[in-house]
């Protein structure tokens, strides 16, 4: 039942219960037996049946599924050697979707699992889930709201940014909302809750961002997908051409006509291309998550390493996440140290330690003087300040640009002076009025400067020292003074740290676009900024990555094309970032990096093994169609050349190490390296079936012939994708090449191989020799294309 149909059936006025007392606890129980409580609600992810069904009925599969079923019926049991690669893909897409759906389950954007409530005139707390319509609930600072509520009693403020994307902190009062999914950033209220369980706008929110999202491809797998999509339009009329042609026009059997089909088709389909992709993915992820990095989105990994732009926050990134305070500078000399400590003190302890400043303050001034606090407003991010009211006066401790207002005058050497040294400064003083949270309207008259300061963190300048020689611009956004946060960018070794610009300044769009190019460093950023500065990068053509760690990073986090997450901050934060490193540590940044570009390099170099075989494929079933002649091979031959020249290799190339800059695109690149091998397979083997049939040659041993030259052709290829070789790789190439022979000798019968006749023989020898060099020539004129290909790719930058 809705809650609205319940307030049709119940009167509003006798459930009603004062702020005091809560509800009842029958009140409680007939709100839980009618369905009205704060039950999380149910994910719409794939069930376990729906990825099974996903996995298994593909139309690739249903294509195998087909094939496998004509070659049982024409009796060819041997050439079903290719069904184990098609069960192992389907395996690893199931096994990866469980996984994905596991972590998406976990997903819960709300973070406030117990909850403090009134319920029979006492204070308890009971988990979330179990707070039912009207329980009357007391939030407080740092307390996430649970469902949407009416405030009863008090005043709080509230960041609602990661509902409404404004950063904008908003005062609530007595007869005000407040939204599920929201912060209380101060003060303290009772409220009663309006909308709870499926009806709350967290909920929403929450299916929202548990939908896994479609179409979000990396560049890799978009590349495959093409490739995949035209093998899957182009196998159905080949095959139905190949067989009428061999059955009806050529009058072999059946069971041969059948063979000659599935081995065309089964060559044009990349079927162990996207397991490779798929276990290097997932082996990777392992090896991340070894090293403490929690991987939620297998894409990324290929996504950070074509990253160009990273942006990162000052704090917890270059510095760590502690804060201490170094000095406080009175403002006038002689003034009394200790009154001053104890006034700070006295400010401290009426404030909540919910940020690293204010805990830094409260655990250095902690000698109170007893003044007694009659109301505080915690940290506003917008308006850089915190306040406190005694009996006869109130405090601010913010800023110097937002609280002193026109008096930072006569003292902007003595903060410029601090800063230049990458200290933060912070201005205690009066203020004449109650502070309320919002923007002070008059200056505070200043009493001293609380120097504050982060160490670096110790492996900070070797990181950023790494990207820049990876030519990767480093963006530093921060809500601290520009001053401050350059000269920390400075020691923390990041180039043209020297370039920064106040972002109070950049008011319009058209401003930030122009500083996104120009600057390196970003202070008084507020959060909304955070998401314009990464849309004016990503406009200005840039692959962006984005580290962040607070809810008000949530934004910027979901419109940037990496998203990294520092798991000591915001749980929302990390649950929305598709990367967490788990032990807050950015240093590891660069091992995510160089595991990107491993996987993808080698598969593109791996990749093209398989697209020589898809090729060839595809060319000699169009060239068999044209001249009436039947495909050379058998599936079980193109099973042998698929394992040691394609399978085998592909995989262990995988996992190579390899920090080579990406350069290029996936598809190009792929295309550019196979082409060679593949025209090279196409002219050997053609030229074998037209001299095979002019000396009268045994299509038998056609067959075993063609088999042997794209044998040889592959270990060629294979031998130069390897390069440089090692020990190691040599190993693989050697093994390979032994695994052939043994496989045509001693299981020659499995794999279609038959004894040749001296003639062709000869023929044989002929074209393995010729092979050579025109694989040669061929890789010649590749790279001279691909050559042409990077310049014009670098002239459209």
């Given amino acids: 039942m809705k809650t609205s149909e319940f307030r049709d059936i119940i009167d509003y006025k006798r459930i009603k219960a004062d702020f005091d007392t809560g509800l009842t606890s029958e009140q409680v129980k007939q709100r839980m037996e009618e369905g009205l409580d704060n039950q999380p609600v149910e994910a719409p992810s794939k069930t376990v049946k729906d990825i099974l069904c996903d996995n298994i009925f593909t139309y690739f599969n249903l294509i195998f599924v087909i094939l496998s079923v004509l070659l049982i019926l024409v009796g060819s049991y041997r050439d079903l050697t290719f069904m184990p690669v098609i069960i192992a893909n389907a395996l690893t897409g199931i096994i990866q979707e469980l996984r994905s759906k596991s972590v998406l389950d976990k997903i819960s954007m709300l973070n406030a699992p117990v909850s403090t409530v009134v319920r029979n005139g006492e204070i308890q707390k009971v988990p979330s889930k179990e707070l039912v319509l009207d329980d009357i609930v007391i939030f407080k600072a740092g307390n996430q709201i649970c469902a949407d509520a009416i405030v009863v009693d008090g005043n709080v403020s509230v960041n609602e940014s990661l509902l409404t994307g404004e950063s904008d902190e908003v005062s609530k009062k007595k007869g005000d909302t407040l939204m599920s999914g929201s912060y209380i950033v101060s003060g303290t209220c009772h409220a009663r809750l309006e909308k709870v369980g499926r009806e709350s706008y967290i909920s929403k929110l929450t299916i929202q961002a548990k939908k896994t999202k479609k179409g979000e491809q990396s560049e890799m797998i978009r590349s495959l997908n093409k490739i995949v999509k035209f093998a899957g339009f182009a196998i159905i009329p080949i095959g139905i051409i190949l067989f009428y042609q061999a059955y009806y026009l050529n009058h072999e059997t059946i069971r041969a006509s059948v063979q000659s089909m599935v081995a065309a088709v089964i060559g044009m389909i990349p079927e162990g291309l996207f397991l490779l992709a798929s276990v290097a993915l997932v082996i990777s992820t392992m090896k991340l998550a070894l090293g403490k990095v929690l991987v939620h989105d297998m894409k990324c990994i290929e996504t950070l390493a074509r990253v160009d732009v990273l942006c990162v926050d000052k704090t917890g990134t270059i510095t760590e996440n502690t804060m201490s305070v170094s000095a406080v500078v009175n403002v006038e000399e002689g003034d009394d140290d200790d009154r001053i400590q104890g006034l700070l003190s006295d400010f401290a302890a009426a404030q909540d330690s919910d940020n690293e400043t204010m805990a830094a303050i409260k655990s250095h001034f902690h000698c109170p003087a007893g003044r007694t606090a009659v109301a505080a407003t915690g940290f506003s991010s917008e308006f850089k300040y915190s306040s406190v009211t005694f009996d006869r006066d109130s405090y601010v401790l913010g ?159 979901k419109d940037a094309d990496c998203s990294v997450a520092m798991a000591s901050g915001s749980d929302v934060a990390a649950q929305a970032a598709q990367l967490v490193l788990l032990e807050s540590d950015f240093s590891k940044m660069p091992d995510v990096v160089a595991e990107g570009r491993k996987v993808v390099n080698n598969l593109e170099r791996s990749g093209s093994l398989f697209i020589v075989k898809n090729i060839f494929s595809l060319i000699i079933a169009i060239l068999s169609i044209c001249f009436g002649m039947k495909y050379p091979l058998l599936p079980a031959q193109i099973s042998l050349i698929s394992v040691f020249t394609i399978g085998l290799p592909a995989f262990f190339l995988s996992f190579m190490p390899n920090r080579d800059l990406i350069r290029g695109k996936f598809i190009t690149n792929i295309l550019l390296k196979a082409l060679p091998a593949a025209l090279t397979d196409v002219l050997v083997v053609g030229a074998m079936i037209y001299f095979g049939n002019i000396f009268s040659v045994d299509q038998k041993d056609i067959a075993t012939a063609s088999t042997i030259l794209m044998s040889i052709v592959g270990m060629m290829i294979l031998y130069q994708i390897s390069k440089p070789l090692d020990v190691l790789k040599m190993g693989i190439w050697v093994g390979c090449g032994l695994g052939l022979i043994c496989c045509m000798v001693f299981v020659s019968d499995l794999f279609a191989i038959s004894s040749m006749s001296n003639r062709c023989i000869m023929l044989c020898i002929n074209f393995s020799i010729i092979a050579e060099p025109c694989l040669r020539y061929m890789t010649l004129i590749m790279k001279k294309i691909q050559s042409f290909f990077f310049v014009k790719e670098e002239i459209n930058d």
Avoid at 431 to 457: H, Q, W
Avoid at 479 to 485: E, Y
């Fill in 399 to 557: 800023a110097p640009e937002f609280v002193l207002k026109e008096n930072i005058k006569r003292h902007k050497d003595l903060i410029a002076s601090y800063s230049k040294k990458g200290y933060r400064v912070l201005a205690f003083g009066k203020y004449k009025g109650i502070p309320d949270g919002k923007e002070l309207t008059s200056a505070v008259e200043p009493i001293c400067f609380v120097i504050m300061s982060n160490p670096i963190r110790e492996k900070a300048p070797e990181t950023f020292r790494y990207f820049a020689e990876q030519g990767v611009e480093i963006k530093v956004i921060s809500g601290d003074n520009p001053v401050t946060v350059s000269e920390v960018a400075k020691r923390a070794g990041i180039k043209n740290a020297g370039d920064y610009v106040d972002a109070t300044t950049l008011t319009t769009d058209s401003a930030i676009k122009e500083a996104v190019t120009k600057y390196t460093v970003f202070g008084r950023v507020t959060p909304e900024q955070k998401r314009k500065f990464v849309r004016a990068l990503k406009k200005a053509g840039k692959t962006v990555a984005m580290t962040g760690d607070g809810v008000n990073d949530v934004l910027a986090l």
